[in-house]
């Protein structure tokens, strides 16, 4: 079964509070106090927002991977 949303591709937003403009960038970051070490939880960033997200996650020592949209979904999809 389709489902009708999928007729539609809505552009991926940035993640940062507030900020509607289209991600280019994906940030994988792990939570090691939540997270097995191979899951990944992943942020959306807008040019604008990339520094400020990725070093939100990295002065707390989760961010692990920092890739453009288009890499990022051209990479293989984990199990
Ligand atoms: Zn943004």
């Known amino acids: 079964?389709?489902?009708?949303?999928?007729?539609?591709?809505?552009?991926?937003?940035?993640?940062?509070?507030?900020?509607?403009?289209?991600?280019?960038?994906?940030?994988a970051w792990n939570n090691p106090k939540l997270h097995t070490p191979e899951r990944r939880k992943t942020w959306l960033a807008c040019e604008e927002h990339r520094e400020h997200l990725s070093s939100f996650l990295g002065v707390r020592g989760f961010l692990k991977d920092v890739v453009t949209?288009?890499?990022?979904?051209?990479?293989?999809?984990?199990?």
Do not use: H, I
């Open 1 to 27: 079964m389709n489902s009708p949303e999928s007729a539609e591709n809505p552009a991926p937003v940035c993640s940062a509070k507030g900020c509607r403009a289209d991600a280019v960038w994906v940030l």
């Open 69 to 79: 949209l288009a890499e990022w979904e051209s990479r293989p999809t984990s199990p």
